[in-house]
């Protein structure tokens, strides 16, 4: 009678502890939930930034450093593929690029005929998987 009474409060004991641990894990990690809610998304001011340190790829261009870049994002949730941007060198050469970009931020893009090619990373894209 004694031994069962102590298994009984053995079983009580370890359920009280679970229940313990399982409502002290569903409290609210503030931070979860707000990139839950509020997923990290690609921007084209972020894909412009990247882009445009990429040196002119046209031969005669001589490497030169680009003027500035314009993107345009797609619509594959988290990353927003295919990107096309539209870089403007110094040297007076306009290159269109089509770019994916990886959930790690880095990304690659050829130009229409696949002769120019741009890669490289999005500064401060860790990208969610959330849509």
């Known amino acids: ?11 009580v004991v370890v359920g009280v502890a ?16 707000y ?21 002119d ?5 001589n490497r030169a450093a680009a003027r500035d870049a314009t993107c345009k994002p797609g619509s594959k949730p988290p990353n927003r ?4 941007c539209t870089v403007h060198y110094q040297s007076g050469n306009t290159v269109r690029y089509r770019i994916v970009v ?7 893009g050829t130009d229409p005929t696949g002769q120019y090619v741009v890669s490289g990373r999005v500064a ?3 990208l969610s998987t959330g849509g």
């Open 1 to 11: 009678m004694r031994l069962t009474a102590l298994l009984v409060i053995a079983v």
């Open 18 to 33: 679970g229940a313990v641990v399982a409502v002290a894990s569903r409290e609210s990690d503030t931070a979860f939930l």
């Open 35 to 55: 990139r839950q809610e509020h997923p990290t998304t690609l921007e084209p001011q972020q894909m412009e930034s990247a882009v445009v340190k990429a040196p």
């Open 57 to 61: 790829p046209v031969p005669g261009g």
């Open 81 to 84: 593929n295919p990107w096309v």
């Open 102 to 108: 990886t959930l790690n931020g880095t990304f690659q």
């Open 124 to 126: 401060g894209a860790g």
